[in-house]
């Protein structure tokens, strides 16, 4: 049974330029979260997909956004990047209807030059 | 003020040793509180639940404080694979949004 996959595992960007960040939940999740984790600092969450729609997010600007795929698997986009972007992005899979425990996958590590 | 707030530490015991790390929240309606895990360079992994009554899993217990919105986590005979960076978890709102404090730095030396 795989856990939670992401990838890239490393990514490497300029300012100003565009990045896409997939996920694959736990298998029999249905609930996908994203964090961000600046160095030194824990997650902060950014949003949520539940049924391909936005459920909930957290203080982060427009320039955040994400999709939700019939199969569960998750996207996090993020324009015209900053440096302060820099970060590892996790996610997190749980089920919608147990509300259980949150899996996390080992995250995408994207610096921003 | 942040939600969830930790002592930073680090905290540096010897082999053994028993270690205390707390927490305070600020949201009284939060619903569900969890200690997790994080290893250098690896993703947060759940450590234990946190209740009122209290918890134990071997060397670890648990504890919270809902009148005071405090958190705590005790590690008794503590071990080498003890280090690692401990998370304060909070979860509310109808999404269960987790709520991670910026973590306590734990190294445990020999």
């Known amino acids: 049974d795989a856990g939670v996959t992401q990838s890239p595992t490393h990514l490497i960007k300029t300012r100003g330029q565009q990045v896409t960040l997939r996920c694959s939940p736990k298998s029999g999740h249905d609930t996908v979260s994203w964090y961000q984790q600046a160095l030194g600092q824990g997650p902060q969450f950014i949003f949520q997909?539940?049924?391909?729609?936005?459920?909930q997010r957290g203080n982060f600007p427009d320039r955040f956004s994400g999709h939700q795929f019939p199969n569960y698997s998750s996207e996090l986009n993020v324009n015209a990047l900053l440096l302060g972007d820099s970060a590892l992005y996790l996610c997190?899979?749980?089920?919608?209807?147990?509300?259980?425990?949150?899996?996390f996958g080992p995250g995408t590590r994207l610096t921003v030059l | 003020r942040k939600e969830v707030e930790q002592d930073p530490g680090p905290f540096n015991v010897p082999e053994g040793a028993t270690v205390a790390f707390n927490c305070t929240y600020s949201?009284?309606?939060?619903?569900?509180f969890f200690w997790y895990r994080q290893d250098c360079r690896k993703e947060p992994k759940l450590l234990m639940s946190?209740?009122?009554s209290g918890n134990e899993d071997g060397r670890f217990t648990a504890q919270l404080n809902r009148a005071s919105q405090y958190i705590s986590l005790l590690i008794r005979d503590s071990k080498l694979s003890d280090s690692a960076t401990y998370l304060c978890v909070v979860i509310s709102g109808s999404a269960r949004q987790l709520t991670f404090g910026s973590g306590t730095q734990l190294t445990v030396l020999p």
């Open positions: 946190v209740y009122s």
């Open positions: 997909y539940y049924e391909e729609e936005e459920r």
């Open positions: 949201n009284s309606a939060s619903q569900s």
């Open positions: 997190a899979s749980t089920s919608g209807t147990r509300r259980g425990e949150q899996f």
